[in-house]
């Protein structure tokens, strides 16, 4: 009996990693997942990623920025670029003041644009493709905690049908005691058969105080994916099933792996000629040198500037690294799809047998209830030891053991599946 009880409890560890708190159905549940930090960290992720993309993109626009500077050299310099005509007529008059001085302050603005880079345009297209792989990342992530919040009401439901079967055995050896304690009483059966009732009922005791530990086990886990606080296990009802189609759990590194593809040619693209619009305005303020005046002048710049790279090594370690992402990437995905592609199959198979199984207990239940009402009628008539009537009620909460397992792992496969395909999981659970 004690191989039983061990049994059970080994059973309820392998199948209980769960939580849960008092609503009334598991839309509730849900519900409150959206809300919860551990969902939005992917929101995050996701801003994350368009602010890299808006990053990215702003390269395209103009650059304008406003400079004040300061110039002192030992020898007077010019404030701006003078023609040699202008400057002989400024030389001629000494109550001109000549742009040059030792001490000159500027201000003004500079403005650059990029007129043709072709890089920018595949790392704004990378920079993109991140952005939708967040959000298929942020999706797959809502429906796998969407799918572990069903696996975990799942296996607190098991937990508590078996507390149900335990607490039914528990009445069903109570009133084989009040029995025994009769014939013992009349000298008609030996102490010891109260000793191993006693045992057993003890047993039950034990097994049900370990229940409730994983019970509430899985209540804390729950409350740390909702911040709801369960004290039983919440209604949910199978509407709909898996649809298969797509690996839609591959999208996010699919998106990924194009993303990649993007950033390597983007590498390549920076060591093709580019060209760039440079401007600038200043004003400038100084002494002129040649007879101490104030002197105020401004010039405007403006320019086009072709880029040609000639030899960078640090951009072919650039490209090198980039390739090799690339690659990395690809194998990822690649190991990904057929771990995916033998996870579906296996638990598509896996889903056919637990619904037999399902139906094998449920008639297996009955018979084994009508097989321990007959072994109660023949101990009670002394055609049946203690030790074999007692078999019967194992093997009768064992069975139902086996039944509620089932049936949470039904509920964990189904969910495991409509993770692999993206399916809307609110859509198959109400």
């Known amino acids: 009996m004690k191989k039983l009880f061990a049994t059970i409890i080994v059973v309820c560890f ?55 500077r300061y110039d002192y050299s030992s020898s007077p310099m010019g404030m701006l670029p003078v023609p040699p005509d202008e ?30 880079v072709q890089s920018l345009f595949a790392t704004a ?18 429906l796998s905690n969407e799918a572990l919040l ?5 296996n ?40 191993k009732i006693n045992n057993a009922l003890n047993d039950i005791s034990v097994t049900l105080n370990n229940l409730e530990i994983q019970k509430q086990q899985i209540i804390a886990v729950i409350n740390s994916y909702t911040g709801i606080t369960l004290s039983k296990p919440v209604a949910m009802t ?37 060209l760039v619009a440079e401007g600038s305005f200043s004003n400038n303020f100084a002494r002129a040198y040649n007879n101490n005046l104030n002197i105020n002048n401004h010039y405007t710049a403006a ?20 390739h090799l992402v690339m690659e990395d990437t690809k194998n990822e995905l690649a190991k990904m799809k057929l771990n995916l592609t033998s996870e579906s199959l296996q638990l598509q198979k896996s889903l056919a047998l ?47 053991s086996n039944l509620y397992k089932a049936q949470a792992e039904k509920w964990q496969t189904l969910m495991k599946l409509a993770v692999i395909y993206g399916n809307n999981i609110e859509q198959i659970v109400k």
Do not use: H, W
């Open 14 to 68: 392998a199948t209980a990693s769960i939580f849960g708190q008092d609503v009334q159905n598991i839309g509730q549940l849900l519900d409150s997942l959206k809300t919860n930090p551990q969902t939005k960290s992917d929101v995050i992720a996701v801003q994350q990623a368009v602010n890299a993309k808006n990053s990215v993109y702003s390269k395209l626009f103009p650059n304008i920025s406003g400079f004040g």
């Open 156 to 195: 607190l439901s098991y937990i508590e049908s078996l507390k149900d079967a335990l607490n039914s055995k528990k009445v069903s050896l109570l009133k084989t005691k009040q029995f025994i304690e009769i014939k013992v009483n009349n000298g008609r059966a030996s102490g010891d058969a109260l000793l």
């Open 303 to 322: 320019s086009i500037v072709l880029k040609i790279p000639i030899f960078s090594k640090d951009q072919y370690s650039q490209i090198k690294k980039s």
């Open 238 to 274: 199978q509407t709909g099933t898996f649809q298969e189609g797509e690996f839609k759990a591959l999208n996010p590194l699919m998106d990924k792996l194009k993303a990649t593809r993007l950033a390597y040619r983007a590498e390549k693209e920076k060591l093709l000629p580019s």
């Open 354 to 400: 637990l619904d037999n199984s399902i139906l094998l207990y449920k008639q297996s239940i009955v018979d084994k209830q009508q097989l321990l009402n007959i072994a109660t009628v023949d101990f009670k008539t002394d055609r049946m030891t203690m030790e074999d009537y007692l078999k019967y009620e194992d093997e009768l909460v064992l069975e139902k």
């Open 150 to 154: 069903v696996g975990l009401n799942s």
């Open 87 to 116: 400057l002989f007529s400024m030389k001629a008059d000494p109550n001109v003041g000549q742009p040059f001085s030792e001490n000159i302050f500027r201000v003004g603005a500079v403005i650059s644009m990029p007129i043709y």
């Open 125 to 142: 297209s990378m920079a993109k493709m991140m952005v939708r792989s967040a959000k298929d990342k942020a999706y797959i992530n809502l």
